[in-house]
């Protein structure tokens, strides 16, 4: 088992980063009136952890035992039916599922499949906790109409069910749903809080860990403690003991991509361009996000570009990061950037050096 | 169902031509009688009642009194339609008789000398058929001939020359006539409903296992009979397909009779159409499954015009040889076409009582089929995006900056081509991405950049439907044709050092291929992300790509069984990858 699934916090007491959030956590079940709660923030900062810790605290270890369920779902839409297939990750007491799998098929899964499992509510002898969890993942990749159809549906079985919200982002999550929810933001990890991770992950291991090694691994890591963790047990199989100055190898992903960044600024063409979406499409095919792409890409530009030029390379970015999002083949908007921006420092160059 | 027998229909004055006789049955009664002598003698299991265009293959045999009365109001039809038909014709002095048929199937061709098809392509064929019926029968162990090629070339036609000229009895499975399902419901009193996939599978079951049972009862030697497979049942969805698809293959692995294919190919393998996609498989699984091909080319103007003019000589009718010319042409290579344009022009030019002189200076056809032109050659056109050298001399009553000067172009407007080549929007911008790159300056990445820009424009206009709550075709349809002439128009526009032209390849968009890698990886990443967090929650398909990936690949010898699976997708893809390359380079097009 990796590190990282090793030693996740499995109880709210156990929580290291977010402390604060999840000491607040706890009261908020105790006092059993539970809201619906919207949990965003970064990757890797910590979400889905405090959600099955929290999860844990209202059930119990019952809300352990799941299982993966690969449903077909009949929906009657008006004039024709719709098979919808969607994996949901349930227990006795929750369900989780990303509805955004269901592609623009997504407001149905909203309207009808939620709608019948916060129908069945769930009976308890104690009359305790008569509601059901309904835990949905990506929430900001849903459609408007799906969004809309969520509020209604949270609004209507309100009695019987709570939901979980998580994303990334709250700014692509309708006002109606986030005032409707408890926000809690939850921060990216500091580095000093990453590097107290990592101590704590090393004692557990038995390992020595040298005091500079730590901060270097929070400082590469980009404040997504996943990535942290990931990176501190990959450098462990590299060398062992620890020296301070060891390397951290970077994603393997991202080494292609200031690879291709280098040909870029190497030389300006079609040619090269035609090169470069080669490597484009290796990366796509291995289904790294063209926004993440895009934003590493641009990332990785600037490092490397005279300051005069970075304002319009970042407005050009956001153009084609927009149209992508529009679009529906991405490689087209990416490389209409790539060549923007050779176009641009082309110019550049040629008014600089003649 | 009962009644499968009406499928294995051996029919005698079906026409050369496929899907042609399907709606003339009734006209059968009175057409027998004008045929030409030289038929291949053909047993009949049936009187043709799969093809009567209202009532299917289904019918029982019991209301055989309903049927003739059916019959007998088809005449009257007929004659009310040959009344309309030949009023003209009477004029011309040409008696009713010739007038009762359409010159398609008058001038049928019986012979060798009268088939316009390409001598060698008829000598293979007759060669492959010798082969089987004459020398050996068993020794040889492909028996199934695969004969692809357009609409009209004549591919029915060589099959039916060639069995006469061997003597062979010709049975043929032909695709039962459609009928409405209310009709249908109402034709047939019991049992439930048969799919002619089911009915082509039982047929091709039954002649596998028995021969052609039918046949031999009705007398006919056994030693030379050919089995003629005329138009494949339509299949729809992949299931369907792979049905169709096994039932042939088993076809060809087992049949002990000379049997003949025919498929029927649109032209437009190159589009990103699935149907086609589907035929040109069906081909390849045919061949693997050791069926010999023979592909058909459309007919060359030169054939057609000696046809034509040998029925013009036949028919005493004076026609220029500029007007043969131009249906020749017109007709595309589709022979039953440009017969049928033969009658109808015979027709209009007599309708006035004009001189016969008088067509010679009428160059304009109103009929015959709309030119088209390859999506290849569309995309080369847009590519090569060739200009005059002189810009239009007078005023421009828009005068524009200097930087938004173009100068004209040397072929009709994008959008035309567009409409000959029949594009759609999707292809041609994924052609186009995937080949402009190559066809622009080296020094010019301005132009890429406003190129690729316009291309972007088009992916958006084409994305703005998708999955939109209520589907508006029509406005749907607007989008299409404006992204379509985005991507076009931007393409020539941007474009503005055109090279000077030289042979380029086009290639297929490695898009397609990339899109279904990514998808499949996809799938599995989806199934892999209930394993993270110990399986207590599932994560987002980006982080494993991004994170677990990259990770996972370092740690692999500390890894349990299921990162393992993770991993061996990883290189599962890397493979894949190779294999694509090799794949893209085997596709590449030759232009022209």
Not at chain 2, 120 to 130: A, H, L, T
Not at chain 2, 316 to 341: C, F, M, Y
Not at chain 2, 444 to 465: C, E, K, N, P, R
């Amino acid at each position: 088992m990796l590190w990282v699934d090793k030693y996740r916090p499995k109880a709210l007491d156990q929580v290291i980063v977010h402390e604060d959030v999840a000491q607040n956590l706890k009261k908020l079940v105790s006092e059993q009136d539970c809201p619906h709660l919207l949990f965003y923030g970064p990757s890797g900062s910590g979400k889905k952890t405090l959600i099955m810790a929290l999860l844990r605290q209202m059930f119990g270890s019952s809300s352990e035992k799941v299982k993966v369920e690969n449903k077909t779902w009949k929906i009657n839409a008006g004039t024709r039916n719709i098979d919808i297939e969607l994996t949901t990750l349930s227990s006795t007491h929750h369900v989780e599922m990303n509805p955004s799998d269901a592609g623009f098929q997504d407001r149905y899964v909203v309207q009808e499949i939620i709608k019948e499992m916060a129908k069945n509510r769930p009976i308890d002898t104690k009359g305790k906790k008569g509601f059901k969890v309904l835990v949905l993942n990506e929430v900001d990749k849903l459609s408007r109409e799906a969004q809309h159809s969520l509020r209604r549906t949270m609004e209507k079985y309100s009695a019987s069910c709570r939901l979980i919200l998580c994303c990334n982002s709250s700014s692509k999550v309708t006002e109606a749903i986030r005032s409707r929810c408890l926000n809690i933001r939850i921060n990216a990890p500091r580095e000093d809080q990453i590097v107290k991770v990592l101590e704590f992950i090393a004692k557990k291991e038995n390992l020595q860990l040298p005091a500079g090694f730590a901060v270097r691994v929070a400082e590469k890591s980009n404040r997504s403690l996943r990535r942290a963790i990931l990176s501190f047990e990959t450098c462990r199989v590299q060398q062992y003991p620890f020296t301070i100055n060891q390397a951290i190898s970077p994603m393997d992903w991202e080494e292609y991509v200031s690879e291709i960044v280098s040909d870029i600024m190497k030389e300006q063409s079609p040619k090269r361009l035609f090169q470069v979406r080669g490597k484009l499409y290796e990366l796509l095919i291995n289904c790294i996000p063209p926004e993440i792409l895009l934003k590493r890409l641009l990332h990785d530009l600037l490092r490397k570009l005279d300051a005069e030029l970075k304002h319009e390379v970042c407005h050009w970015a956001a153009y084609y990061e927009h149209r992508m999002r529009l679009g529906q083949k991405a490689i087209f908007h990416l490389e209409a950037f790539i060549a923007k921006f050779m176009s641009i420092y082309k110019a550049f160059l040629i008014a600089t050096f003649g | 169902m009962g009644k499968r027998d009406a499928v294995v229909v051996l029919s005698s004055d079906d026409g050369g031509d496929e899907g042609e006789g399907e709606g003339e049955g009734a006209l059968s009664s009175s057409r027998s009688r004008s045929k030409p002598a030289a038929k291949p003698h053909l047993a009949r299991s049936e009187p043709r009642r799969a093809k009567k265009p209202r009532v299917s293959g289904s019918r029982s045999r019991s209301s055989s009194s309903r049927q003739s009365s059916i019959v007998d109001e088809f005449q009257f039809l007929e004659e009310d339609f040959n009344e309309v038909f030949t009023g003209a014709k009477v004029t011309t002095g040409f008696g009713r008789s010739t007038a009762k048929e359409s010159w398609v199937d008058k001038y049928k061709p019986c012979t060798f000398e009268e088939l316009a098809v390409h001598k060698k392509k008829v000598e293979e064929v007759k060669s492959w058929f010798e082969e089987r019926l004459i020398i050996s029968k068993d020794n040889l162990g492909d028996h199934v001939l695969v004969i692809t090629g357009p609409a009209g070339v004549g591919k029915s036609a060589t099959i039916y020359v060639v069995a006469s000229h061997l003597g062979a009895t010709l049975c043929e499975w032909n695709t039962p006539t459609p009928t409405v399902w209310k009709e249908y419901v109402h034709n047939s009193n019991t049992g439930q409903y048969v799919s002619k996939l089911d009915e082509f599978e039982a047929f091709v079951e039954r002649t596998r296992k028995y021969g052609l049972i039918s046949q031999s009862s009705a007398g006919e030697s056994k030693s030379s009979a050919i089995l003629l497979i005329d138009d494949l049942p339509m299949t729809h969805g992949n299931v369907a397909r792979r049905r169709l698809q096994n039932c042939l293959q088993l076809l060809v692995q087992s049949t002990h009779i000379p049997t003949a294919i025919l498929i029927t190919d649109y032209g437009q393998v190159d589009s990103a159409d699935r149907e086609a996609r589907f035929l040109e498989e069906l081909h390849l699984s045919l061949e693997s499954a050791g069926a010999r091909k023979i592909a058909f080319n459309p007919i060359t103007s030169n054939a057609i015009k000696r046809i034509l003019s040998k029925i013009c000589r036949q028919e005493k009718r004076n026609v220029a040889s500029e007007q043969i010319d131009l249906i020749a042409k017109a007709s595309g290579g589709d022979i039953r076409h440009a017969i049928t344009s033969l009658q109808f022009f015979c027709l209009k030019v007599d309708w006035p009582s004009f001189s016969s002189s008088s067509p010679t200076t009428v160059y304009d056809l109103h009929f015959g089929r709309d030119e088209t032109i390859s999506l290849f050659h569309a995309l080369g056109k847009f590519l090569h995006n060739k200009r005059e050298s002189v810009s239009p001399s007078g005023k421009d009553p828009h005068p524009m900056q200097e930087k938004f000067m173009r100068l004209p172009f040397k072929m009709d407007a994008p959008e035309k081509v567009l409409s000959q080549a029949h594009g759609q929007a999707r292809p041609i911008a994924d052609f186009l991405h995937e080949n402009v790159l190559d066809f622009l300056d080296e020094e010019a990445v301005d132009d890429a950049s406003a190129v690729l820009s316009y291309l972007g424009d088009a992916d958006v206009l084409l994305h703005s439907f998708h999955g939109a709550v209520a589907r508006n075709y029509e406005a749907e349809g607007v989008v299409q044709s404006a992204a379509a002439s985005i991507a076009v128009r931007g393409v020539l526009f941007g474009n503005s050092h055109p090279l000077p032209p030289r042979w380029h390849s086009i290639r297929k968009p490695k898009l397609w291929q990339s899109e279904k890698f990514s998808l499949h990886n996809k799938d599995e990443m989806l199934r892999q992300r209930f394993m993270v967090y110990n399986g207590v929650s599932s994560i987002d398909t980006s982080v494993i790509a991004t994170e677990y990936m990259p990770a996972c690949k370092w740690l692999q010898h500390r890894l349990q069984a299921h990162e393992v699976m993770m991993l061996s997708t990883e290189i599962e893809a890397g493979i894949s990858l190779d294999d694509r390359e090799v794949k893209t380079s085997d596709d590449e097009i030759e232009e022209w």
